[in-house]
């Protein structure tokens, strides 16, 4: 990515500045390119709430299931990704390898629908031997259905896998490669306003799908969605390679290189070596740490939410219903906060709209874990609105949730890729999977970890007993969190000098 002096923009209106400050003639760089986020965030939502659906409510299944199945199932997938990646990396193109990906992807999840999900009673084991299983060894009951569901399972991370893959790794390697430095502070927060309207759509969709008596029809139509949707994205991403980054005007090569410091091609390094060069660079390590702070937080206040879901929604598609109207309340959430915060880096800087999630992720989870651990004195309240206290922690929970996610995506992510954007291409490329893929999964596999650590040294089944212990380490991981912020923010003022002194 450059600077591209040439192309800084004049100074809009204050409203023009406020709500869409992208001249006309950028609209053919930034539209493709919003499209393409709105398309793999669609299908995002919609896959991340039907695996939730999927593993929470499978025979002797449960919100706890899911952090077995993140640290022992997403976490070493997501590892043998990045080691794909690295070494595809030094024989592929980027664009066909963003063909591969996901052509893959979307193969299985058509797949899944009209194959494995139909086939499912021929290919999982009986729920009488799962059960034996739990009952012989009561410390690892929630282990077992990952296998007694393993259609289910591969399904989980497959989608937790896309969302790494498609939106934090792919897309925005993408976008940091032919997006200038000038371009970004004006087109990434509006990239997240788009993309969520797709939660907004995708929200709608799961709603109105998970209408049907059969879970199976609705999976037909939601996966066929997601199988268009990416042939779509495919082709956007092809149409960009030929009808933009051919015009000087979006994107110089040559000047991309020279700002970068890169005029000399870099030797190729072997997996290894990538993995070296990334491990002792401080500044991809302060990156990293805020990836994983987020995903061990979100992680271990999640499972308490999806509890309370469980118990308040037992049926498959009562549940896609609740999780549709979750998606649309959270794109709702993200672009109205995008609207009212979007330009809190560029007047305040980039420390105020980092350091915005890890607060709003602390204050509304203190809340949502003080509702849940003080139910009982809530229940005659809600007895006499006429819905129960679960219903309430749900609908609390929910909240809480999409405040933080959208914080996440108006300034958690815009802050993070711009951090990024004075880095050499070694680090871009490949530090840049091994943060967002293997860190990605990383948060949520050690918020598994610390729950299986805490259910089996505590002994109980219930999340409620140990929610007390989640909400400390979530305290102490945000202030992490906040501590790699300010690192962060240093390292990468000294960065954004040192390749403006570099242009002049």
Known sequence: MSSGQSSQPAEFGKWRTALWPIHNYEMKKFLPMGLI?????????????????????????????????????????????????????NIMSQGKIFYWVVGTFITFFGLFAFA??????????????????????????????????????????????????MISLLFWQFANQIVRTNEAKRYYALFGMIANFALIASGETIMHFSQFDDFGVSLHYMMSAVVIFGLLAMYIYHWIHVNVLTDKRFYDPEEANANKGNKKEKAKLSVSESFKYILSNPYIGYIAILVIAYGISIN???????????????????????????????????????????????RFGWFVGAVVTPLITIITGGLFFGLVLYEGVMEPLTASLGFSSVMLAAWIGSAQNFL????????????????????????????????????GRLGKAAGGYTQQIIFIATGTKDVITVAPYFAGVVTVVVAAWVWAVGRLNSSYTTKLKEQEHAVN
């Open 116 to 165: 494995l999900y139909p086939n499912q009673d021929l290919l999982h084991p009986s729920i009488d031997h799962i059960t034996a299983l739990q009952e012989t060894y009561p410390n690892f009951r929630f282990l077992f259905p990952v296998w007694g569901v393993w259609t289910y399972s591969l399904f989980y991370i497959l989608a937790e896998l896309w969302g790494s893959v």
């Open 37 to 89: 986020m709105f398309l793999v965030l669609f299908n995002y939502t919609i896959l991340r709430d039907i695996k939730d659906v999927l593993i929470v409510t499978a025979p002797g299944g449960g919100a706890p299931v899911l952090s077995f199945l993140k640290g022992w199932g997403v976490m070493p997938a997501a590892i043998l990704f990045v080691v794909m990646y690295t070494k595809l990396s």
């Open 404 to 439: 933080t996610k959208g914080t996440k995506y108006s300034q958690f992510d815009p802050t993070k890729e711009m951090a990024y954007i004075p880095l050499d291409s070694e680090l871009r490329t490949k530090g840049k999977a091994a943060v967002d893929v293997i860190g």
């Open 300 to 346: 271990l206040i999640e499972v308490v939410w999806k509890d309370q879901i469980r118990q308040a929604y037992p049926n498959k598609q009562d549940y896609a219903h609740f999780m549709g109207q979750f998606s649309q309340n959270t794109g709702i959430a993200t672009i109205i906060l995008i609207l009212f915060t979007k330009g809190i880096v560029r």
